[in-house]
Structures are given as structure tokens and as C-alpha cells.
């Protein structure tokens, strides 16, 4: 069973930057399209981010000029390059392959003065 371990959050003040990593316990991101979730307090988990194995991207419209995906397939890593951040960027971050495996424990992000 893969593990994903996603890694890199933390409280960072309005405007701020962040990198996130999600790294897979096999080669699983290799050929696969990954994407970037994250779930707020009492909110359903919303997608982010996908990249697809040719490198394309794709983002929500909220997260748009801000945050960056991209892949290392050698590390068996995505990231999530993170800029201008808002407090609504505030959540519980996750990383998993299409369509989706078993979820990782994610990585806290909270964007507060």
C-alpha cells in the first residue's frame, strides 16, 4: 500500500510563502497525474492543484498566479510552491495520484497576522 507523507506546513502571516512536498513510499508518481487537496475546519476537501505526468497544469480559480505545482519523479515528490498567501488559504493540505489511494496525514497550513 503507498503512503504519501506530505510535509512543509506551517503558520506563515498574510502575504507570506510556503513550499509543501508530498513525497510517495513507491514509484507510483511516475506515468500518474497528481494533484494537490486541502480541507478547511468544517469544510469538504477541495481540489487545488493536478499536474499530469506530461507536466501540465491545472489550478483552482482561487489559487491562481499564487500557488505552483511541479514534480521531481526521481524523488518520488510533488510540491506546492505557495506565494501571496490568504488567511482562506488556511487548511489541512493533502497530495494524492488520479484517481485517488489511500490519504496521507497532511500538512497543517494556517496564514494569520
Known amino acids: 500500500q503507498v503512503q504519501f507523507v506530505e510535509s512543509g506546513g506551517g503558520l506563515v502571516q498574510p502575504g507570506g510563502t510556503l513550499r509543501l512536498s508530498c513525497t510517495a513510499s513507491t514509484s507510483i508518481f511516475s506515468g500518474s497525474a497528481i494533484r494537490w487537496y486541502r480541507q478547511a475546519p468544517g469544510k469538504s476537501r477541495e481540489l487545488v492543484a493536478t499536474?499530469?505526468?506530461?507536466?501540465?497544469?491545472g489550478y483552482t480559480d482561487s489559487v491562481k498566479g499564487r500557488f505552483t505545482i511541479s514534480r521531481d519523479n526521481a524523488k518520488n515528490t510533488v510540491y506546492l510552491q505557495m506565494n501571496n498567501l490568504k488567511p482562506e488559504d488556511t487548511a489541512v493540505y493533502y497530495c494524492?495520484?488520479?484517481?485517488?489511494?489511500?490519504w496521507g496525514q497532511g500538512t497543517q497550513v494556517t496564514v494569520s497576522s
Open positions: 499536474i499530469l505526468s506530461g507536466g501540465n497544469t
Open positions: 494524492n495520484v488520479v484517481p485517488p489511494l489511500n
